[in-house]
């Protein structure tokens, strides 16, 4: 057939692309604590709450107690050991009072007592405790420090936006998270259904604090809420975070930014971590969480305050440019998949491996390079980040693209559903280093496991100090590279990779640089999508480079067959603008660059024969400029781009399905996105 009948025809890919795009990027997060059923339920109409989630030493704090129960007094404990009664208050008296569908508004109950908490008392978790027809129920309140600092340098910040966005009292609560029906506005004030009125305490930070009582080791307590204040942090050396802080508001987030950019030190033993942003109305008693973008009615008119994902439209802020690391690309680890939620047998979980045995986090462990340990703490929501590795399997470091620090130290890494769960830290230019075990269940490790035990103190002992660490940079031109090198073993094909795999697989057969390579083949078509850029950043340049097999290609159908596109991917449209295409011309394999323009135009470039065997491929994209495909390190074939309002995001992998047979293969190696021309990879034969 001649190039001139060559009409460039690409429905079939494009409907591959559109299928591609619907694809999620990580698995739908759908905790099922949502109580349908009638307006009224008794166990609603007996409870309470506190006016506040913390108290300085000294200052006051109101109880709104609900029971049948009179009298009754209340008895108030320090949860570091609750089996003390600090003091007693009362007698009281009170009545049932319905709280059934005020989760939004509140309860609105009377107040009980204000109670005038002693200055001596330590900062720390408390709880105040009374009798309802229903058994004992609890008020978890956080005292802090009237002079933070005082006792300790340490301070654990308690997850009271977690608690709030579970609890279902009332009604409803923010899940799950794909129920239209859900909750967006929930109130502080009402009791916690979970753990007769504990909340989310007992699950991890109930463990670590008497980990940290056995160790006598001192600390204070402040809540989420406080993190609103921006001069609380910088009293302390050390922040902590314990088991599933995963609600953040946007001055939390920033005061915690600042202060470690003023060179404080951050230890997260946490999963999920600053996975949702919210925010607060009524003083801080009332938080918002729409998780639905297109739901929140800031979207038009305020997008910096709108509820998502942070990394997600329109906020495009991911987490891991603090804390290091994701769920986006962790995931679920040893996950039963008879109880979705639930971990698997202690003794059909996979631990973490490590990576780096020479880490002084693993000092007195006696860990060695690959060894499995942490069963117990792996799971089951757990935080990553995309990496590469060398030609013998080993983490070079990651890819930075998703938001990670270049210079982010993975030590250990375990399999999860989006890629791994990583434990890792980086230190900034003023010396604070953020410490990340990535694992919700960090704190379930610390009754037994020794080795838990061990990296833990090692992280308290060394960031609690306040020193400096030392700041090392890494810098690089490439915004996103896959080497295909990492192992396959297990959990997702390709991390950080979404759309439609088709017959896309990782052979040997298609290792260049290393021991593998991605094998484009198979009847069905393939669309796999890489971002390499913000929504709110795209790029106006970029370079592309990578290594193609001529080898066993067959025309997919009469028009030159698509394999490498950059493309901008906004608010889940696309638009595609560079290709590089293949095609077979009297048996002769041969490649191009064709560029699409923002009216939907096509401009193909001249095609370049291919020699049988591997070659390198070459692609500097600009708009408006001159771009240009070089092949190994031939001639570079030019086409002008005219257009001004050009961006891209994303590089997308696609072979056009084969409706005939399984028709021909291309393979594909060493694939990177970068600011300036990237050339070969270092080092290859």
Known sequence: MKRIARVHLRQLSVFIFLLALCAPAFAARRHSVRIPGAPFDVQWTEGGYADKTSVEQGGTITFRIATSVNPFTVTIANLADLNTTLTQIGPFTSRPQNCSGAYRTGCGWDATTTFAVPANWPSGYYAASFQTAFGVRRIIFIVRSATPGALS??????????????????????????????????????????????????????????????????????????????????????????????????????????????GGHIAIFSGTTMWWRVRYENNGRLMVGYKDALRDPLYDTNPSLVTTNWWADPLYNPENRIVGTSFRFGGYANRDPEVLYDLLPLEQRTGFFVADPTSWAFSGTGLTKGQEFGKEVAGLEVDGALYNCNTNGDILGPDGSDGTPLNLHIIAETPATEGHGIIGYYTNSAGGMVFNAGSQEWATGLATDPVVQQITRNVLNRLGTGQPEVYDPVSSPILTQELFNCPQDSGPFLPGWTGTRGGAELTNACGYEGPHGVSLAGADGIAMRRDFALGNAPRRDANLRFYVNADAFENRGPFPTPVVTLVSFIRQQFKEFAIVEMFKEDGQPEIRLALRGSDGSFHPGTFVKLTAGWHLVEVSWISPGTCSLQVDSGTPVTIDNTYLDQGVTSVVLEFAPDEAAQNGRVCVDALAIGTTKLGGVPGIR
Not at 157 to 176: I, K, R, W
Request: net charge negative; aromatic share 14%; no cysteine.
């Open 153 to 262: 340098k340490t301070v654990i910040v308690a997850a009271t936006n977690t608690y709030q966005a579970y609890n279902s009292f009332g009604g409803e609560s923010l899940y799950p998270s794909d129920d239209p029906d859900r909750a967006t506005h929930l109130s502080f004030d009402r009791p916690f259904a979970a753990s007769a009125g504990l909340g989310r305490f007992d699950g991890w930070e109930s463990l670590f604090l008497h980990w940290m009582t056995s160790e006598h080791r001192a600390y204070e307590v402040i809540s989420d809420n406080d993190l609103e204040d921006p001069t609380i942090l910088a009293h302390y050396n050390l922040v902590v975070f314990v088991g599933h802080s995963e609600y953040w508001t946007s001055t939390a987030r920033q005061n915690l930014e600042t202060y470690s950019h003023n």
